[in-house]
């Protein structure tokens, strides 16, 4: 086995990907003759590429408004301008929406005319982070996949905003102003399909409610959260990365098998306030727990099987598979304690 141990050492494992179906240009889907059916005028603010007909870049113009879009465009591209509003008008023509971007721009919920967003009914993804939102916008488009959100100053979500989404995969709202209060037992109900949820630096102090039991992805890092609740976990048997790092949790506010849970494969707890390593399962691979205030490591405390069973490399199936372990910013001093090693035959790296 090879192991290389880091010393203060950053190595980052940041995986922020969603299993949705990737974004095709038109021309992948459609017979080019269609596109004779439609003028190829271009407002005079935005530019047209003519190898990418159904693409319209409005991005760093400077502007106030939306302009009219061409019934031909597919993605529109509309960020880093001085939007404040989003009305029905400039939408007339474009049925075909798939994807549109507002990114940082000056959108509030009373800038937003009633109904203009569920009428893009073959919109996918929605881009409208850095904006001035308080609420999450409704009526949303039914056969939306992606809703991003994050930087805004949302405080509320409406009541079944999020009902009809059945093909949302990916709702970030990370970086806003959300407290408990605002997620109810309800508020995700419909997220059949949701597979990343990003409700990292709100302001939280307990685990949401009712998460979609077909999450994969859970970040919840920067809020102020200091307890994980007795099988919080098993409302979600699929989770799979779980990001945790940067809130107030303690040894007292874990269960003793909170995290014990075998379908995480990356489980993040770095920068919070863990004396010791918490029990984990088997099947873990990614473990960071950085700067808190573990003060020593004990492998056969840890170890998710006995030491018995990871000697065995006949048994390898059982095995832990841990493979990466972050330990600095705490009081743990080296060299690494043997029974890691055999615990753990798997490791390839340690940051201490």
């Not at 995969?169 to 597979?195: E, I, P, R, V, Y």
Request: charged share 20%; net charge negative; hydrophobic share 40%.
């Amino acid at each position: 086995m090879t192991l290389k141990v880091y010393t203060s050492f950053l190595l980052l494992f940041f995986v922020n990907s969603v299993w949705t179906r990737t974004v095709r240009q038109v021309y992948d889907e459609l017979d080019p003759e269609h596109w004779s059916h439609y003028t190829f005028e271009c407002p005079r603010e935005c530019f047209c590429p003519p190898s990418f007909p159904n693409a319209l870049y409005c991005d760093n113009k400077g502007l106030k408004e939306i302009p009219a879009i061409p019934a031909r465009i597919w993605y529109l591209y509309l960020q880093n301008n001085l939007i404040q509003t989003i009305s029905e008008k400039p939408f007339l023509n474009a049925t075909h929406l798939r994807w549109i971007n507002l990114n940082k721009n000056k959108i509030t919920n009373s800038g937003i005319e009633s109904g203009v967003l569920s009428k893009l009914k073959k919109l996918l993804y929605l881009f409208l982070e850095d904006n001035e939102l308080e609420e999450v916008p409704a009526p949303l488009p039914v056969g939306l996949e992606q809703l991003r959100l994050a930087r805004n100053k949302i405080s509320r979500i409406p009541e079944g905003v999020f009902s009809n989404l059945e093909n949302l995969t990916m709702l970030d709202l990370h970086q806003n102003s959300l407290l408990d209060s605002a997620l109810q037992s309800d508020t995700f109900q419909g997220l059949n399909n949701l597979m990343q949820l990003n409700i990292a630096k709100n302001s939280l102090k307990k685990m949401p409610l009712s998460i979609p039991a077909n999450t994969l992805q859970l970040f919840l890092d920067n809020n102020s959260i200091e307890v994980i609740p007795e099988n919080y976990f098993n409302a979600i048997p699929k989770v799979t990365f779980l990001r945790l790092n940067y809130n107030k949790l303690s040894d007292d506010g874990i269960p003793p098998n909170g995290f014990n849970v075998s379908s995480i494969l990356d489980l993040q707890l770095s920068h919070n306030q863990l004396t010791k390593i918490p029990p984990i399962n088997a099947h873990l691979e990614h473990l960071h727990l950085d700067h808190n205030r573990i003060k020593s490591v004990n492998g056969t405390e840890i170890c998710p099987v006995s030491i018995a069973v990871a000697e065995d490399y006949g048994l390898y199936g059982n095995i832990p598979r841990l493979r990466y372990l972050r330990l600095d910013g705490n009081e743990i001093q080296p060299p690494i304690p043997l029974d890691i090693m055999i615990c753990f035959r798997l490791l390839q790296a340690v940051v201490i």
